[in-house]
């Protein structure tokens, strides 16, 4: 019954390392996004993508890019990881209609040594 | 700027019923939601609310107050499960959602 895979729950990088974050969804949403996860604060959006091959800047883009080549595959890449980077990374996707509910993975906990 | 304020933890005895608030103040107002999201997984949909009022929900019930820029999540008959933490966001304007950090329930028999 998963609908939102992610496909790291642990990663353990050093900085400066090139990070895939790979997420896939089985319910054909056009939507996806990915979000940061810190103790304290709210979701942070970091990009979402509305159709394939396009993406939009969230609030804070800095230092990662992302990828979607496929409708259900986004992806989340992180070109030379800084310890600031540790965190819990989320990735969702609804449809583009309605409330546009987000159906969540089960994250990604990145550390970055 | 844009702000989500929901209390950053309550406790709750078993078989109660608790009250968790969120207060915003956003550039515009297209729905408010509640996640509940249990340690270490996913957050999963609880409520949408867009709409003055109180929508109920077996157990839990969601009330909106736009006017005042408020809404609440009651949750009745609290099981041991119902420990989590709970999420407000409100899509704006833009039709972004903006998070609350989220409220730990902590529920005690």
């Known amino acids: 019954d998963v609908k939102v895979t992610q496909s790291s729950r642990y990663l353990v990088k050093r900085t400066g390392e090139k990070v895939f974050l790979e997420c896939v969804q089985d319910m054909d949403h056009e939507n996806m996004f990915w979000y940061r996860q810190d103790p304290g604060l709210g979701l942070r959006l970091i990009y979402f993508?509305?159709?394939?091959?396009?993406?939009e800047k969230g609030d804070i883009p800095e230092g990662y890019s992302v990828s979607r080549e496929k409708k259900e595959r986004f992806s989340l890449i992180l070109e030379s990881a800084s310890t600031n980077q540790t965190s819990m990374y989320l990735c969702a996707s609804s449809f583009n209609s309605g409330a546009n509910v987000l159906t969540f993975g089960a994250g990604s906990r990145l550390t970055v040594l | 700027g844009q702000n989500i304020d929901q209390p950053t933890e309550m406790t709750a005895t078993e078989g109660a019923i608790v009250q968790i608030n969120c207060t915003y103040q956003t550039s515009g107002f297209n729905g408010l939601f509640w996640y509940q999201q249990h340690a270490g997984e996913a957050p999963t949909f609880l409520s949408y609310?867009?709409l003055d009022g109180l929508e109920e929900k077996g157990r839990f019930s969601s009330f909106l107050s736009r006017s005042k820029g408020y809404s609440y999540l009651l949750l009745k008959e609290l099981q041991m499960k119902d420990s989590a933490s709970y999420l407000c966001?409100?899509?704006?304007?833009?039709?972004?959602?903006?998070w609350g950090a989220g409220t730990k329930l902590i529920i005690k028999p």
């Open positions: 993508s509305y159709d394939v091959k396009m993406k």
């Open positions: 609310n867009v």
């Open positions: 966001a409100v899509k704006d304007s833009n039709y972004q959602l903006i």
